[in-house]
């Protein structure tokens, strides 16, 4: 195994986020590359690690005072072997090849794990849709498409959001596809509902999260009603699983974005969630003014040189990171061991850090990775994709309880695996495990491609 480590090194030394994912996934199948030589013969891993393809392009676009502004795009088409690409487009400045292969070989082992026919891809661009008009981020995306379009298909490459994409992004991305192309299809997932979107997908991330969560909780016979809760985030994902923690009697007082976070010991009940949608999805404020709004919560602001995230030295049971990779380091894990957390379920993709992610797991903290606690949204994709297919849009009831068994399969089976390979209760190693033999079988049944 650390041959594959020291190669992909070598070859992109400077792509910490990539080798970190490569890392983790690796060492978590081991046992299975020990028992299974037919696939160090295929080169399966060797290849599992390198892209299919990388598109790189220019992103020109004409601001509000006419000035040109070039942006790089990407996308990077990891593994198509049980299906079309399919992952996430994220426009944040901090966007590079490293963060994408990153996010596209966790798409690889997550979308395997829902058990959906879909390949796994990421893609975006270091655009800033902070602070720009819509006229602005609607020029930027459809220059985006220009380029784009060539490369997708609802059976090539499927699109979503992801940071920085929602549904207004997702809307003129697929406007241009529309035109550029002559054809409505199904492209692109998390379309308006009016337009070819489900039920239930923008909440899907954060539902399913949660209904992980309770799936832990249930194999030893605890459930969420009571429990206190830090939530990161204010986005998409962090406002799904707020709502689905407080339906399902849990408390939750806690939310942030890269500024800083908010602290509600009343508690965030459903108005005042409500506000934060409004506040974040439509005004496109900061969660600093939600204190403006409800006097009695505090506000503390972050700065990235913070070597820690005043966050997590919140009190709280139970945690879900849903903001962006790397969000829990080593001493924020100390924090929360300290005050007694009991469980960590992420909805962010890779939100701990390695030595975070240890360091809770070997204090006996139930622990839902990523990969498998927040498949739900990539799931939903997919069942966006059947409706299109079929030409019909089920009740938001039907997507919900498909959703509710695709996460307890997912959750059973991570479980089955880590008991069989040695490690029982590790979701971890469970979860890589599983998505990494669905993709492995496919690529042995189709030769060396
Ligand atoms: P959104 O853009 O809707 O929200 C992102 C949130 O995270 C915002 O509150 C944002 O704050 C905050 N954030 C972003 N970057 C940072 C940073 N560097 N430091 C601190 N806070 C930050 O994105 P989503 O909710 O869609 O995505 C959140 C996470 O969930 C990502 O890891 C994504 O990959 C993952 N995910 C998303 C799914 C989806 O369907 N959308 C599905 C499964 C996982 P600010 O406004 O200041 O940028
Ligand atoms: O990280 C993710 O799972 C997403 N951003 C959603 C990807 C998708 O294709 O639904």
Known sequence: MTHILHDAHDRDPH????????????????????????????????????????????????????????????RVEMNNAIGPYKGGLR???????????????????????????????????????????DAEVMRFCQSFMAELFRHIGA??????????????????????????????????????????????????????????????????????EGKTCLISGSGNVAQATARKLIEMGAKVMTFSDSSGHIYDEQGI????????????????????????????????PTTPEMESNPLWEHRGQFVFPCATQNEI??????????????????????????????????KGILYGPGNAANAGGVAVSGLELTQNSIRLTWLGDEV??????????????????ADANGHPGNYFIGANIVGFIKVAEAMLDQGVI
């Open 15 to 74: 792509e910490k986020e990539f080798l970190q994912a490569v890392a983790d996934v690796m060492t978590s199948v081991q046992p299975v590359l020990d028992k299974t030589p037919e696939y160090r013969h295929h080169g399966i891993a060797r290849r599992m690690v390198e892209p299919e393809r990388i598109i790189t392009f220019r992103v020109p676009w004409l601001d509000d005072a006419q000035q040109v502004r070039v942006n790089r795009g990407f």
């Open 91 to 133: 426009f944040h400045p901090s966007v590079n090849q490293s963060i994408l292969k990153f996010l596209a070989f966790e798409h690889v082992l997550k979308n395997a794990l829902t058990t959906m026919p879909l390949g796994g891809a990421a893609g975006g661009a270091d655009f800033d849709p902070k602070g720009k008009s």
């Open 155 to 224: 059976d090539t490459d499927v699109p979503e959001g992801d940071i920085g994409v929602g549904s207004r992004e997702i809307g003129y991305l697929f406007g241009m596809y529309r035109k550029l192309c002559n054809q409505f299809s199904g492209v692109i997932t998390g379309k308006g509902l009016g337009w070819g979107g489900s039920l239930i997908r923008p909440e899907a991330a954060g539902f399913g999260c949660v209904y992980f969560a309770a799936q832990m909780l249930a194999a030893r016979n605890d459930t969420l």
């Open 269 to 300: 009940d459903l108005d005042k969630l409500e506000f934060v949608k409004r506040l974040k999805n439509i005004r496109r404020g900061r969660i600093s003014e939600y204190v403006d709004q409800y006097p009695d919560a505090t506000y503390t």
């Open 329 to 362: 380091n080593a001493q924020d894990a100390y924090h929360l061991i300290n005050n007694n957390v009991k469980l960590v379920c992420e909805g962010a993709s890779m939100p701990c850090t390695s030595q975070a992610r240890t360091i809770i797991m070997d």
């Open 400 to 417: 919900d309880s498909r959703l509710k068994i695709i996460m307890k399969g997912i959750h059973d089976t991570c479980l089955a695996a």
